[in-house]
């Protein structure tokens, strides 16, 4: 599946919110193995903790199907995505 650069832009925002959703909950919840956490927010966190997960196995693997079409090396393009996703436009600053 051939993804644009903007694709991958959105991608890597999209894990990057997923994974601050997992870090606002460990804070708010205390850390999984020390806290004992209720049902809900047991749930709750498993479910964010998934989602982060999914989300940052789909990016690394567009990244590398990226790098792979482009002829660029998997490191550039990351480098690339990862700068371009922190800032607000998208592009290079």
């Given at each position: 599946?051939?993804?644009?650069?903007?694709?991958?832009?959105?991608?890597?925002?999209?894990?990057?919110?997923?994974?601050?959703?997992?870090?606002?909950?460990?804070?708010?919840?205390?850390?999984?193995?020390?806290?004992?956490?209720?049902?809900?927010?047991?749930?709750?966190?498993?479910t964010a903790l998934r989602a982060w997960?999914?989300?940052?196995?789909?990016?690394?693997?567009?990244?590398?199907?990226?790098?792979?079409?482009?002829?660029?090396?998997?490191?550039?393009?990351?480098?690339?995505?990862?700068?371009?996703?922190?800032?607000?436009?998208?592009?290079?600053?």
């Amino acid at each position: 599946m051939a993804h644009t650069f903007e694709e991958l832009v959105q991608k890597q925002r999209a894990a990057t919110a997923a994974h601050a959703t997992v870090e606002e909950l460990r804070e708010a919840y205390g850390p999984p193995a020390e806290r004992g956490m209720t049902g809900a927010q047991s749930g709750t966190y498993e479910t964010a903790l998934r989602a982060w997960r999914d989300l940052a196995r789909d990016v690394q693997t567009a990244v590398s199907e990226y790098a792979r079409e482009s002829g660029r090396t998997r490191a550039e393009v990351e480098a690339d995505v990862e700068r371009a996703a922190g800032s607000p436009s998208g592009e290079d600053t």
